[in-house]
Nanobody, 127 residues
Framework: QVQLVESGGGLVQAGGSLRLSCAAAGRLDSTAYVAWSRQAPGKEREFVAATRWSGGRNDYADSVKGRCTISRDNAKNAVYLQMNSLKAEDTAVYYC????????????????????WGKGTQVTVSA
């Protein structure tokens, strides 16, 4: 079992920055991925970014590429999402998610890959 706890959300003006943190309790397999996803009011949950727990691969949704950076600290069992140049459309609840392992059947951009989820942290960007 893996438990995930997000923090770092808040209210920020458009153009500002936030750094989200995800603390993981439990062991992650070397093939596991940890991702950030988000869900805006009235919309489906969508992929934002993912990182391989063993390192060497990151992926980003087109909507955040160039503005967001995912990173991890294996020693602290933590994953971070640095978000810059925030826009009003980035307003959402941001969730941290982790996979037990990755079989390669689904893209790491697919939320089907992730079976552990945090409760989310609210990010609100004012125009």
């Amino acid at each position: 079992q893996v438990q995930l706890v997000e923090s770092g959300g808040g209210l920020v003006q458009a153009g500002g920055s936030l750094r989200l943190s995800c603390a993981a309790a439990g062991r992650l397999d070397s093939t596991a991925y940890v991702a950030w996803s988000r869900q805006a009011p009235g919309k489906e949950r969508e992929f934002v970014a993912a990182t391989r727990w063993s390192g060497g691969r990151n992926d980003y949704a087109d909507s955040v590429k160039g503005r967001c950076t995912i990173s991890r600290d294996n020693a602290k069992n933590a994953v971070y999402l640095q978000m810059n140049s925030l826009k009003a459309e980035d307003t959402a609840v941001y969730y941290c998610a982790a996979s037990s392992f990755w079989s390669g059947v689904y893209s790491i951009r697919s939320l089907r890959v992730y079976n552990y989820w945090g409760k989310g942290t609210q990010v609100t960007v004012s125009a």
